[in-house]
């Protein structure tokens, strides 16, 4: 079993950045790649980017350019940096961790970009 708590969301003007956190628990060494999605109202849930333990990267298109993932495997720990909010980034984003071929995630955390 694998525990992923995230924190970091909150609002933020258009323009500005946000950074997410989410911290791993349990069954840590099983962890292979981790990852972010998100979900706003009446859309489904997609892809924000993902991170394998070996620290390759894989971005949505809408996110190219302004969102940085990274993780610290020491710290079991891994982070959205969000830069040049927009208003259309606003969602529920979730953290994710893929451990033995079972996906986990997290409660979520409510990301809005308004001014």
């Known amino acids: 079993q694998v525990q992923l708590v995230e924190s970091g969301g909150g609002l933020v003007q258009p323009g500005g950045s946000l950074r997410l956190s989410c911290a791993a628990s349990?069954?840590?060494?099983?962890?292979?790649?981790m990852g972010w999605y998100r979900q706003a109202p009446e859309k489904q849930r997609e892809l924000v980017a993902s991170?394998?333990?070996?620290?390759?990267?894989n971005y949505g298109d809408s996110v190219k350019g302004r969102f940085t993932i990274s993780r610290d495997n020491a710290k079991n720990t891994v982070y959205l940096q969000m830069n040049s909010l927009k208003p259309e980034d606003t969602a529920v984003y979730y953290c994710?961790?893929?451990?033995?071929?079972?996906?986990?995630w997290g409660q979520g955390t409510q990301v809005t970009v308004s001014s």
């Open positions: 994710n961790a893929n451990a033995r071929y079972l996906p986990y």
């Open positions: 991170i394998t333990r070996a620290g390759s990267t």
């Open positions: 349990g069954s840590i060494f099983s962890i292979g790649a």
